[in-house]
């Protein structure tokens, strides 16, 4: 009590020492500190002082400067003792990785991230380097998207489709300690699919791109981005792997070549699940019919392009084949079919198809478009949202 009174004073203390921590008292600190900063020597008054002081003390003050200050200072001393090397430094740095070296980092990475080292539990990460993962990761995005200039690109190629493969398994897996771990390292994956993508076309020719590309579209595109919660900063710069490959093919001939492509690639996957023994029982999670389902849901933005560019053309059959596909399956695969019934002018069966699509998710805006176009009849939820949605125009309509 007996410090309380004394602080409380006179009311001409209290407010003395109220100035002192208002917005005004920290102006003047600030305006102190930058007129402190400003007050140095010029280049004369600087070479005025230095002439007064003999080899050894010059020598002493520049050691000072050199084994105290930060890494930025030392480089330029350093350059300033030794200019070829610095020349050679510089040049060093402006070259490419090498490959080789940052694929051996980049499988390490993801070996130790998928054995959960980064968890806890495992000497071979240290607690420091688990709380850095994210840096680390950076890092090595940064150094394998720049190999790719390197003369042998093969494996800083093989190095960016490890870091996406392992960016993707993030949704699924904890590998590391984040809630939401790309958002975190701040990796978008479309920036670096598009990047591989276009430098493998450049370099290598249109048909290993097509060959390489078809390959990871079915393992890397994701519905909803590839952040957790879907939304933030990093939300914001995804883009669809579909609208990636929709820029990059231009002419028809592309298109069903990676058409092709692409289809071979779902066949490799349905061979690989039909050759997987059954060791885990039917009601295990997730079984194939939700890989399928799931496959066809994060593929539906592709397909649909699919249909656009196929539909009529010579390259029709495609279509058929990626209908019935058994790598795919659920709702947005039936959808696919109701679809193509309707370009085809099979109206019948593309209403049956889109009521069987309703009746497993009666809440999806493209099921619902297509069934009002082709009159199938909508669940009564369906009816509800799109009577909610009509209204609400109305609702805010001036006057």
């Known amino acids: 009590m007996k410090m309380a009174d004394e602080w409380e004073g006179t009311p001409e203390s209290r407010s003395s020492a109220s100035m002192s921590a208002t917005p005004a008292g920290a102006g003047l600190v600030g305006l102190t500190s930058a007129a402190v900063a400003l007050n140095r020597m010029n280049r004369d008054e600087f070479f005025a002082k230095l002439a007064g002081l003999d080899e050894d003390r010059t020598k002493k003050a520049l050691w000072n400067l050199y084994w105290r200050g930060p890494a930025q200072l030392r480089e330029r001393i350093e350059s300033e003792l030794d200019p070829a090397q610095d020349a050679a430094r510089k040049r060093a740095a402006a070259e490419p990785p090498d490959p080789g070296t940052v694929?051996?980092?980049?499988?390490?990475f993801a070996e130790l991230a998928r054995a959960g080292a980064y968890l806890a539990g495992d000497r071979r990460v240290s607690?420091?380097?688990r709380t850095r993962w994210r840096l680390t990761f950076r890092r090595l995005a940064a150094d394998a998207l720049a190999a790719l200039r390197h003369e042998d690109?093969?494996?800083?190629?093989?190095?960016?489709?490890?870091?996406?493969?392992?960016?993707?398994?993030?949704?699924r897996f904890d590998y590391f300690r984040s809630e939401d771990p790309m958002e975190a390292a701040q990796f978008v994956v479309s920036d670096a699919a598009a990047t591989l993508w276009e430098?493998?076309?450049?370099?290598?020719?249109?048909?290993?791109?097509?060959?390489?590309a078809g390959a990871q579209l079915p393992r890397w595109e994701s519905a909803y981005g590839w952040s957790r919660s879907g939304w933030g900063k990093l939300a914001e710069k995804?883009?669809?792997?579909?609208?990636?490959?929709?820029?990059?093919?231009?002419?028809?001939?592309?298109?069903?070549?990676?058409?092709?492509?692409?289809?071979d690639a779902l066949d490799q996957i349905?061979?690989?699940?039909?050759?997987?023994?059954?060791?885990?029982?039917a009601y295990s999670y997730p079984d194939s019919d939700y890989r399928r389902s799931d496959r066809a849901r994060d593929l539906a933005e592709w397909h649909s392009l699919l249909l656009e560019r196929l539909a009529g053309s010579?390259?029709?059959?495609?279509l058929d084949r990626l209908a019935r596909h058994p790598a795919l399956g659920g709702?947005?695969?039936?959808?696919v079919q109701a679809r193509l019934a309707q370009l085809r002018g099979n109206t019948d069966a593309a209403r049956t198809l889109t009521e069987a699509c309703l009746g497993k998710l009666p809440g999806h805006d493209g099921f619902a478009a297509l069934a009002v176009q082709v009159g199938a009849e909508l669940p009564a939820s369906t009816r509800d949202k799109l009577a909610e949605r009509a209204r609400q125009p109305a609702a805010t309509a001036p006057g």
């Not at 690109?153 to 949704?171: G, M, N, Q, W």
């Not at 061979?271 to 023994?277: L, N």
């Not at 709702?331 to 959808?335: A, G, H, I, N, Y």
């Open 314 to 318: 010579e390259a029709e059959d495609r």
């Open 199 to 212: 430098f493998v076309r450049e370099r290598h020719g249109f048909t290993r791109f097509a060959t390489v």
């Open 153 to 171: 690109s093969e494996p800083a190629e093989e190095a960016v489709a490890l870091l996406i493969d392992l960016a993707c398994e993030t949704k």
């Open 331 to 335: 709702p947005e695969l039936t959808f």
């Open 238 to 263: 995804e883009t669809s792997l579909a609208s990636v490959l929709g820029r990059m093919l231009r002419a028809p001939d592309a298109w069903t070549a990676f058409a092709d492509c692409y289809l």
């Open 270 to 281: 349905a061979r690989t699940q039909a050759a997987r023994p059954a060791s885990r029982p």
């Open 103 to 108: 694929l051996w980092e980049v499988r390490d």
């Open 127 to 129: 607690p420091k380097e």
